[in-house]
């Protein structure tokens, strides 16, 4: 069942549904207006209670209790906000996450959500379709989920406007984008790989009426992406290149191309990857998830820019066809690249995708990609790297990441490192040193976009994650979906102030 939100105006104390929860800001919790109303019906219980668990409205700090029969709801939960101040949207779809996740994790089916502020909307109704998520497709019996949470009942008694009507709509689809992403990592690789995730693209073609352009492995061939067609030729299932285009109408300001690593499977090929952790890399698509959730999104906000997706699909396999070290491939760009370790597949894939991209003549590329252990080792699991020469890009890129709440750090694009990547018998070697890995990956790619203005982001620890933390849950995350949408409203005359 559809996930319904809608604002009500009843009283916090009568709501009839299965569960409250109470966004509580840090501070006068003794004079927070539903608190004292709650605290009335429950004889005085619930600020002493308060005081008693040391309960300070501190950022997803939370309260549960049961308030057996007192009020009509049949559970309680105290939300902590933090200061009103720091009240932003980023953090506000958190705790909305929080209060959706919670509300599932306790088999709720109805929720009321009290909040002391009127909300943003969007950021709510983003942050609670956030929350509602779970992966349960190959559930099957006890292991089905017995309840969903389908009716979120928001208790505004200020005038609902038709504009916070439809932001609460948009929200949702906005969450709903996010999660076909996410849906996109979960998935196993013997269920979602190159063809299939073709066939996704071809579904969101058909659903938002987007341009679709998909090659297929003679296709590859004869485009002349080498490298690309090289990193597949090991695996069973075909590769494939997906260029989606959504175009506004009348003239787009900007055309913004963001590209994606599609290797649905990442063996290491011929240089095998370690048995402990290899189920993992069945994420190792998730740049391509999160392009192809951004155009999900883009399918419902229609910014005024055009945007293009492109993403190079493979698996890296090491059967008695896979590519090899020492081999050296030519390349869409016409340079050639020496094979070094044939676990750096993805910048290759990448490489023949930027240089494809950069021919679509763009005002930005922005790649996404799962790209190296060395930016896990430098940033951890829960922030991605992002690199670009242009300052005042990188800024835009840095606000645009702020304001949703994931976090990114900017990385030096150092050149002096650069002299890693030179080879002895072709233009360049895929890798270099183990020092600095992800620096050096990135200035691979750098050759292929030529004087494009480009942000690449290496991604590879927080598009999965395990365990559940703010609007992220526990696997696929859908990261940075949300970012890569703020920046094409950013670079959009129609950007909704929700946003």
């Not at 392009?291 to 698996?315: N, R, S, Y």
């Amino acid at each position: 069942m559809p996930l319904s939100l809608q604002f009500s105006a009843a009283h916090a104390a009568s709501v009839g549904v299965d569960a409250l929860v109470v966004g509580v800001l840090a501070g006068d919790i003794a004079n927070d207006m539903v608190l004292r109303e709650l605290d009335g019906a429950l004889n005085g219980a619930l600020l002493k209670l308060v005081k008693a668990q040391e309960f300070q409205g501190k950022p997803e700090q939370t309260l549960e209790l049961t308030p057996l029969g007192h009020i009509k709801a049949s559970r309680l939960l105290l939300l902590g906000l933090g200061n009103e101040a720091d009240l932003t949207n980023a953090r506000l779809r958190a705790v909305a996450a929080v209060a959706a996740r919670w509300a599932q994790g306790c088999q709720v089916a109805r929720l009321a959500f009290a909040l002391p502020t009127v909300p943003d909307a969007r950021a709510l109704a983003e942050g609670i379709g956030l929350g509602v998520y779970r992966f349960s497709k190959y559930f099957t019996g006890d292991r089905q989920p017995k309840t969903e949470l389908n009716e979120v009942l928001l208790l505004n008694r200020q005038r609902v406007t038709p504009q916070l009507k439809r932001q609460l709509k948009l929200g949702l689809a906005v969450a709903e984008a996010v999660a076909l992403a996410r849906d996109a990592v979960n998935e196993p690789p013997n269920e979602f790989y190159p063809e299939t995730m073709a066939e996704l693209a071809r579904k969101l073609a058909k659903q938002y009426k987007f341009k679709l352009k998909v090659l297929d492995k003679p296709g590859i061939q004869r485009a002349g992406m080498k490298l690309h067609y090289a990193v597949a030729q090991g695996s069973a299932h075909e590769p494939r290149f997906i260029h989606l285009t959504y175009t506004p109408p009348g003239r787009p300001k900007k055309k913004l191309v963001f590209v994606g690593k599609g290797l649905t499977f990442d063996s290491g090929g011929l240089c095998i990857k370690p048995a402990p952790g290899m189920g993992e890399m069945k994420s190792d698509m998730g740049g391509a998830a999160a392009v192809l959730g951004l155009m999900k999104a883009v399918g419902e906000v229609k910014p005024d820019v055009e945007v293009h997706c492109v993403i190079g699909a493979a698996e890296n396999m090491p059967d008695a066809a896979a590519y090899r070290p020492g081999d050296i491939f030519g390349s869409l760009d016409g340079k050639s690249v020496e094979i070094i370790n044939t676990d750096a597949e993805g910048r290759l894939v990448l490489a023949d995708a930027l240089a494809y991209a950069r021919r679509l003549k763009p005002s930005l590329i922005v790649d996404a990609a799962t790209l190296t252990g060395a930016c896990l080792v430098a940033l951890g699991k829960t922030c991605s790297a992002y690199y670009s020469a242009d300052d005042e890009l990188a800024e835009r890129f840095a606000v645009a990441a702020k304001e949703v709440g994931e976090n990114f750090w900017r990385m030096p694009l150092l050149d002096e490192l650069g002299d890693q990547l030179k080879s002895d018998v072709a233009d360049l070697k895929h890798t270099g040193d183990r020092w600095g890995g992800s620096i050096t990956a990135a200035l691979f790619l750098r050759e292929f976009v030529g004087d494009v203005p480009w942000i690449h982001c290496d991604i590879a620890g927080a598009v999965l994650a395990d365990r559940a933390q703010g609007y992220y849950p526990k696997g696929g995350t859908g990261h940075p979906v949300l970012t890569f949408l703020r920046l094409v409203e950013a670079f959009s005359g129609k950007v909704d102030a929700s946003a």
